[in-house]
């Protein structure tokens, strides 16, 4: 099956300084990736995605970039802000039709200092 | 936030008694998944039913259960054949059709066997 590595599990950025996360995958069959972020004690909300006819997308200060051939992806987070501060799981989706199985990584919590 | 709900939020069991866990979604979503989060190993898949009547086992199905009856409604069992079953437990949903590959998570519900 999938499996799904991300890196690093904590981080810690200064705010206004960038932060990134970065994921590997080995089934070359998934086609879809999400980025979810859940704030202490909230449900897991996603925040930007990706699928694997693209290699980068953009939304404000966020950013995820796709490497099909590596099979790996990354989310880039500039200026960043205290409310950043979360967990950030990234998931890789195989699926056709309405079927769809996601693989998540472990998680990368996030501090941004003020 | 609404559309999918989860409960009890917080849930306490006897050791060796079967709980079930609650999760329905007013989306008109033909999947639902069931993930377990421990600290330090992200979400981890249990169960998954891309329609009602059919469901599927994931990365870690022994010792729980699933009903898929009706298109709302996805209960989780937790049966006293998991050996650990304290953990937060989530529940989410997503649309079949193809533009719209987001899972829609549940508040979650916290289980912790006394």
């Known amino acids: 099956g999938e499996n799904v590595e991300q890196h690093p599990s904590t981080l810690s950025v200064q705010e206004g300084d960038s932060a990134v996360i970065k994921c590997t995958y080995s089934d070359s069959a998934s086609n879809y990736f999400p980025w979810y972020k859940q704030e202490l004690g909230k449900r897991p909300q996603l925040i930007i995605d990706?699928?694997?006819?693209?290699g980068e997308k953009k939304d404000q200060r966020i950013a995820v970039t796709l490497n099909k051939t590596a099979k790996h992806f990354s989310l880039h987070i500039t200026e960043t802000q205290p409310e950043d501060s979360a967990v950030y799981f990234c998931a890789a989706s195989i699926g056709s039709g309405g079927y769809q199985k996601v693989t998540f990584g472990i998680g990368t919590k996030l501090q941004v200092i003020p | 936030d609404g559309g999918i709900t989860q409960s009890p939020k917080y849930l306490f069991r006897k050791e060796g008694q079967n709980v079930t866990l609650s999760c329905e979604q007013n989306?008109?979503?033909?999947?639902m998944y069931w993930y377990r989060q421990d600290p330090g190993q992200g979400l981890r898949l249990i169960y998954y039913?891309?329609?009602?009547?059919?469901?599927q086992k994931g990365d870690i199905a022994e010792g729980y259960s699933v009903s898929r009856e009706k298109k709302e409604s996805f209960p989780l069992t937790v049966t006293s054949a998991q050996k650990n079953p304290t953990a937060f437990y989530l529940c989410?949903?997503?649309?079949?059709?193809?533009?719209?590959?987001?899972?829609?998570f549940g508040p979650g519900t916290r289980l912790t066997v006394l």
């Open positions: 989410a949903s997503r649309t079949s059709n193809l533009n719209y590959n987001e899972q829609f």
């Open positions: 989306l008109n979503h033909d999947a």
């Open positions: 039913s891309q329609i009602v009547n059919d469901f």
């Open positions: 990706i699928r694997s006819n693209v």
